[in-house]
Structures are given as structure tokens and as C-alpha cells.
T-cell receptor, first 115, second 114 residues
Framework: AQSVTQLDSHVSVSEGTPVLLRCNYS??????LFWYVQHPNKGLQLLLK??????LVKGINGFEAEFKKSETSFHLTKPSAHMSDAAEYFC?????????????FGKGTKLSVKP | DVKVTQSSRYLVKRTGEKVFLECVQD?????MFWYRQDPGLGLRLIYF???????EKGDIPEGYSVSREKKERFSLILESASTNQTSMYLC?????????????FGEGSRLTVL
């Protein structure tokens, strides 16, 4: 069965330090993968997506993610955290043959940024 | 830019009331979704629709129904609201059925049932 796991429910970093949010997936098929960000009381906004082109994907606000098929991972990184990055982040998987109802969301990782 | 509008950002209702949550999109997307979001549980799919008058149950359809009479509008209905339906409700749209299209979300409707 397809699944997606965000390995940390909460990550805390200091401003100016690197951010790493981890996402692993389980799929029999080649997936498309997405990262979304949600600020408090807001909807989800797309940060970046991987759809079988370049494995290193650059997104908005300085975020990037690398698709590693051998590790079934799609971790989100940013070299230097900013206070405005404090939010919840969701990893999403869609795979070939998956129906509309089979978009799978991770449980989310809440990122805190300390001054 | 795709715009997904959820008309009610915050609602407070009483147990047993009928509740309508409306979602309107302006980009002619075929697919529309309703999710609920609860702390620790992430997003869970309630219903989705891939065409006018078409609907499919998601993971947690019990206690909910939906209506899609026009392509741009997808309504979520709570026939008789209960306290365990207190949650954040998110509407989303998506173009086509391919693997690559992303979801576009509304701002959410936070429902409190007393």
C-alpha cells in the first residue's frame, strides 16, 4: 500500500540555521511528490513539486527538496531559517494509477524558529 | 492565479443544526475536494468530485454530504452538526487526472459546534 511518513511531528531551529524536514514514502510506482506550507489559520500553499524531471527541486522562499529513489525520500531543506518560516509543512504523494482519492498527505511537521 | 474561495472563515453552530460550507473556484478545474484537518491527524479526505453532479466518498464521509451543481462550486453539508465535527475544513481543486497536477487550497473554514 502507498503511504507517506513525515518523520518528525515538530522541528525547532534557531533563526539563521539550516532547516531539514524529512519525508519518506512507500509506493510500488513512481510517485509525484509535493511539499506544502500552512501558516496558522490559513490554507495550504505549494512550496515545490517533483514530477520525474530533475531530482533536485527548488521552490519558493529558498526551500528545496531532493528526490532520492533509492532511499524513497523527499526531504525539504533550507540553508538559513527565517522567523517567517514558522509554520506547518506537509509532504504529499501522488502516484501513477492513483485515483483522485489517493493523494496521500503526511501528518505534517510543525516548524518553530527561535530568535 | 487560481483562486479558491471559502465563503465562511469562521462559523459557530449548535448541535443538530444543518451547516453549509461553500467553496468556489475560478480556474475551471474539474476536480474539487473537501478535507478536514485536526491536530495530530493531518488532513483527511471527506469527499471529492471529478465533474458536475459527480461525487466520490473519501476516507471519512460519515455525517457529511456534498453537492456540485455547477463546475465552479462544491458545497459540503453537515445535515445535523455534532460536536465531533468541530474542525478546520479545507476545500481544494485540481486540474485533470494526471499525476503531476497540484492541489490548490482555499483559506479554510473553522467550524465550532457547541
Amino acid at each position: 500500500a502507498q503511504s507517506v511518513t513525515q518523520l518528525d511531528s515538530h522541528v525547532s531551529v534557531s533563526e539563521g540555521t539550516p532547516v531539514l524536514l524529512r519525508c519518506n514514502y512507500s509506493s510500488s510506482y513512481s510517485p509525484s511528490l509535493f511539499w506544502y506550507v500552512q501558516h496558522p489559520n490559513k490554507g495550504l500553499q505549494l512550496l515545490l513539486k517533483y514530477t520525474s524531471a530533475a531530482t533536485l527541486v527548488k521552490g519558493i522562499n529558498g526551500f528545496e527538496a531532493e528526490f532520492k529513489k533509492s532511499e524513497t525520500s523527499f526531504h525539504l531543506t533550507k540553508p538559513s531559517a527565517h522567523m517567517s518560516d514558522a509554520a506547518e509543512y506537509f509532504c504529499v504523494v501522488i502516484w501513477i494509477g492513483g485515483s483522485q482519492g489517493n493523494l496521500i498527505f503526511g501528518k505534517g511537521t510543525k516548524l518553530s524558529v527561535k530568535p | 492565479d487560481v483562486k479558491v474561495t471559502q465563503s465562511s472563515r469562521y462559523l459557530v453552530k449548535r448541535t443538530g443544526e444543518k451547516v453549509f460550507l461553500e467553496c468556489v473556484q475560478d480556474m475551471d478545474h474539474e476536480n474539487m475536494f473537501w478535507y478536514r484537518q485536526d491536530p495530530g491527524l493531518g488532513l483527511r479526505l471527506i469527499y471529492f468530485s471529478y465533474d458536475v453532479k459527480m461525487k466520490e466518498k473519501g476516507d471519512i464521509p460519515e455525517g457529511y454530504s456534498v453537492s456540485r451543481e455547477k463546475k465552479e462550486r462544491f458545497s459540503l453539508i453537515l445535515e445535523s452538526a455534532s460536536t465531533n465535527q468541530t474542525s478546520m475544513y479545507l476545500c481544494a481543486t485540481r486540474r485533470g487526472t494526471g499525476q503531476t497536477g497540484e492541489l490548490f487550497f482555499g483559506e479554510g473554514s473553522r467550524l465550532t459546534v457547541l
